[in-house]
Each structure stands twice: as C-alpha cells, then as structure tokens.
C-alpha cells in the first residue's frame, strides 16, 4: 500500500511516528516512511510518503484500525 500525506509539518511528523509504529503489528511486513518534504508553492505544507506491506492482507487481523469498514455497513 502506498500512501501520500499532506498537511502542516507538525500533521505529517505524527503520521511519520504513526506509520513507523506500525512495523511493530502482527501482519505487517515492512513499513517505508520517507523524510519530510515541503510541498511545490507553500511554506506551511508538507508531505510525506508510505509504504505499508503486509503478510497477508486476507487473513483475519487482531488490529480493529486494519478492518474492512464497508463490510460492516453490508
């Protein structure tokens, strides 16, 4: 999975702990967190790339945050 997150510099530094912090849960692989950087004409925003790998996505996770949402509105 791969992800962009943009916002201030103090949005995308706690997205960078969050992300990093995942390397340590069950099902996941690996965990890619790029530095940080300002966006094309803007001093107040920045971004930051992910990259999320996981085991095997179709086996049944312990971590309520990675469950499907839309499955349970069926």
């Known amino acids: 999975m791969k992800i ?16 990093r912090s ?3 849960t069950d099902g996941v692989k690996s965990v ?11 001093v107040n925003i920045f971004r930051v790339y992910i990259e999320v ?10 971590n309520p945050a990675l469950t499907d949402r839309a499955s349970k509105t069926r």
């Open 53 to 62: 790998e996981y085991f095997d996505i179709s086996a049944p996770s312990s």
């Open 32 to 42: 890619s967190v790029s530095t940080l950087y300002p966006n094309r004409g803007s």
């Open 22 to 24: 995942l390397g340590n």
């Open 4 to 19: 962009r997150v943009m916002g201030t510099k103090e949005e995308c530094e706690q997205a960078r702990r969050y992300y």
